[in-house]
């Protein structure tokens, strides 16, 4: 685990989670930035997606269609990186 890629969160239970950037990226057409993080300990290997401000507040994508986004993001860096 590489201490660069990694962010603490706090989750639902208020338990502080180290978390590894996967991937960050912003939209061009409407500047929305994102970050797609995966929990190093997690072994099913998801990919949770939020978007992030300024000040680096993060904020969970809940929204269908924008998760959906993120998951073809993820998949073609993927498959650029192949």
Do not use: H, W
Not at 56 to 78: A, H, I, K, R
């Amino acid at each position: 685990m590489n201490k660069d890629n990694i962010v603490y969160i706090t989750d639902d239970s208020g338990e502080e989670r180290a978390m590894e950037i996967v991937l960050y990226f912003q939209l061009e057409d409407t500047g929305c930035r994102y970050v797609l993080l995966s929990d190093p300990e997690d072994e099913n290997g998801d990919v949770f997606a939020f978007l992030y401000d300024d000040d680096g507040n993060l904020t969970p994508v809940e929204d269908e269609e924008t998760l959906t986004m993120c998951s073809e993001v993820l998949d073609e860096y993927f498959e650029e990186d192949e």
